[in-house]
């Protein structure tokens, strides 16, 4: 919520009607409470620190207070600063709506160099009842939803001929339901920021080979296809004393593969000797077999 102020040319020129007894704004058929001196004080309850804590300096934090009193209350109340609070210690507007226990959620930033301390009871926000005066339509549903169920249609392609209805749909929730693991689109590329590889050549200085030239008719495809992995985050620009030429490799359908020639740098690449286990005895373990073959 953004603080503003009206002229009274803006109220005359929108026919606003402003009532200062009542400390309200009619606009049409709306009017809008004046949350400032007019509203009545036991309108506005001050907010306690429920338990003592202590905010580090220049941080922020989400801490409960209490609302004092005991009387009933609305839903929906606006929570702010108060005067009486911590100067240095700024506490954000929110919206909450209130509950049986009268604790609600409070935003505040310490600025200063120095812890802030806050005592159990001490003064901190203050809390005045909202009224409600619309509420949000229907949301259309996200594009995106549609395009992820076509998405799946299509990767399951012609193994739908050979399943049941029942199977069909079993699977295309199983693909919906990771679908944030799985590419959702041919211009996003799957990768992970959890591992890391490192290339060890040892004492070798870096090999720098020439550029192969290209035909004419593909520098424009090698083009597409740099930019295309530039945008999807795969390769960024570099430069790398290690250089090695690039290679486009036609497959089967007359399409083009991008490769690179690395085989001088694997020619230099000292060796790791981790032996892989065997899948079938991996399969064979009886941690699996009860996974695998269990009624």
């Known amino acids: 919520m953004d ?23 009619q606009y049409g058929n709306l009017e809008i409470l004046l949350l400032g001196d007019n509203m009545e004080e ?3 309850k001050r907010v306690l620190v429920t338990e003592d804590t202590i905010i580090p300096p220049q941080s922020e934090a989400i801490i409960w207070g209490t609302i004092e009193g005991n009387d009933p209350m609305s839903i929906t109340s606006l929570i702010e600063q108060s005067k009486e609070a911590y100067r240095r210690l700024p506490v954000g507007r929110i919206l909450v709506v209130n509950r049986e226990d009268r604790r609600v959620p409070v935003r505040v930033m310490n600025v200063d160099t120095q812890a802030c301390n806050l005592q159990k009871n001490n003064v901190m926000a203050t809390c ?30 012609d193994v ?18 990771f679908k944030d ?20 050549t040892g004492n070798t200085r870096p090999i720098r080979q020439t550029p192969r030239r290209l035909p004419l008719a593909k520098q424009q495809e090698a083009a597409h296809m740099l930019e295309q992995m530039k945008e999807q985050g795969i390769l960024e620009p570099s430069n790398s004393p290690w250089c090695s030429p690039v290679v486009l490799v036609q497959k089967k359908d007359g399409s083009l593969r991008f490769c690179v020639d690395y085989r001088a740098l694997n020619n230099v690449t000292q060796k790791d000797s981790y032996p892989l286990p065997r899948i079938d005895d991996t399969l064979d373990t009886p941690f699996l077999e009860l996974i695998y073959f269990q009624p």
Request: hydrophobic share 40%; glycine share 10%.
């Open 128 to 157: 005045c009842p909202v009224e409600l005066i619309a509420t949000c339509g229907a949301v259309a549903p996200v594009a995106s939803a549609s395009l992820c169920d076509s998405r799946v249609d299509l990767m399951l392609g």
């Open 3 to 25: 603080e503003c102020i009206l002229g009274l040319d803006f109220m005359q020129l929108f026919g606003f009607t402003l009532n200062i007894g009542g400390g309200t704004v």
């Open 160 to 177: 739908g001929e050979n399943l049941s209805e029942e199977e069909y749909n079993k699977a295309k929730q199983l693909l919906l339901e």
């Open 181 to 200: 693991i799985m590419q959702d689109s041919e211009n996003e590329g799957g990768r992970t920021n959890m591992v890391t590889h490192r290339i060890d």
């Open 42 to 44: 036991e309108q506005i």
